[in-house]
């Protein structure tokens, strides 16, 4: 169920996270073993895929209409998947597709797997490349396994004493062997925002991107602030503005490595922008006209964040609006 009329890619992962179930490890090993059961694999961060058949809709003149160049998971079965995986450290347990039970296995480093153990089944790629081209659906289940995978890498040692953690509930916490700390997931909340003045929308430049790309600003939500605070103090910070309100527009999950990017569009106080030079090297307010061309490509000297991005959807909501 759409849960707003606004879905970015990477949201709207289709699956029963069944979160009552992770505990139950008799009935996690029996879905594991269940022939029915299917598994994503991932290997150093990339998804294996396969090319997404050609549309079964016709077009007006009732000829097929032709493939679009998609891909799709390359779905695995589960017991495969637990063999390859040999170990609890490389499984997860996503959910269910209705009675369907999905994993996923982690085949961290090492050749290739589909020019071995995989090989005729699907290809690896790079997860931020084939976004565009994915099922909605497909992307946001990726987006889960790769984020789950990066934490768990990063958390096999104990924050609180240093000793080894082991995973637990289907792969959705680690505990410590030594002292019996429990440690999940870890999300990293992003403010980005889109600041309004007067008719147009400011947005900024990093000196480590390609010439001529701006996006929205954006930063970390520090402890002790809400999403508005972090928003109104990015703005201060990063180009000298003051915020006078804050909008909610759309999140969304980004997996590079975890991150929760919350989407916003603040009205700011003055146009007198001035970039930090620590973050951004440069800020440029737009018109509407040109923030419209300058989604579409058509702004000459400039480009925005791909379509994948939230900061390209916020561009377009704006430009776009009545």
């Known amino acids: 169920m759409a849960l707003s009329i606004i879905t970015n890619t990477f949201a709207g992962n289709p699956l029963d996270r069944a979160g009552e179930r992770r505990g139950d490890e008799s009935w996690l090993a029996e879905k594991a073993a269940d022939p029915q059961s299917l598994a994503v694999a991932i290997w150093n961060g990339k998804p294996l895929v396969e090319d997404a058949p050609p549309p079964a809709d016709k077009g007006a003149d009732g000829k097929s209409l032709e493939?679009?160049?998609?891909?799709?998971?390359?779905?695995?079965?589960?017991?495969?998947?637990?063999?390859?995986a040999a170990t609890p450290e490389r499984l997860l347990f996503l959910g269910l597709w209705k009675d369907i039970a999905v994993f996923a296995v982690d085949l961290?480093?090492?050749?290739d797997p589909a020019e071995g153990p995989l090989q005729g089944l699907g290809r690896f790629e790079e997860l931020r490349s084939i976004a565009p081209t994915l099922p909605p659906?497909?992307?946001?289940?990726?987006?889960?396994?790769?984020s789950m995978f990066e934490w768990r890498r990063k958390h096999r040692w104990c924050s609180?004493?240093?000793q080894e953690t082991h995973v637990t509930d289907g792969g959705w916490k680690r505990q410590?062997?030594?002292?019996?700390?429990?440690?999940?997931p870890r999300t990293d909340p992003v403010a980005i925002m889109l600041a309004l003045h007067?008719?147009?929308?400011?947005?900024?430049?990093?000196?480590?991107?390609?010439?001529?790309?701006?996006?929205?600003?954006?930063?970390?939500?520090?402890?002790?602030?809400?999403?508005?605070e972090a928003c109104a103090?990015?703005?201060m910070e990063e180009a000298g503005l003051t915020a006078t309100a804050v909008r909610y527009h759309s999140s969304q999950p980004w997996p590079w490595p975890s991150s929760l990017m919350m989407g916003l569009v603040a009205d700011v106080d003055s146009d007198e922008a001035a970039p930090d030079q620590t973050e951004l090297e440069a800020v440029k307010w737009f018109t509407k006209d040109e923030a419209k061309a300058l989604i579409k490509g058509e702004l000459e000297g400039f480009f925005a964040p791909p379509p994948l991005a939230i900061a390209h959807q916020l561009i377009k909501a704006w430009a776009e609006e009545a």
């Open 67 to 84: 493939a679009k160049g998609g891909v799709q998971i390359a779905y695995l079965r589960a017991d495969m998947a637990k063999d390859l």
């Open 108 to 111: 961290e480093g090492g050749p």
């Open 137 to 146: 659906p497909d992307a946001g289940i990726l987006a889960t396994a790769k």
């Open 160 to 162: 609180n004493c240093g």
């Open 176 to 184: 410590c062997a030594s002292c019996k700390t429990e440690h999940f």
């Open 198 to 228: 007067d008719g147009k929308c400011l947005l900024g430049r990093q000196a480590a991107w390609p010439p001529g790309m701006y996006s929205a600003l954006a930063g970390f939500v520090e402890p002790g602030e809400t999403i508005e």
């Open 233 to 235: 103090r990015e703005l």
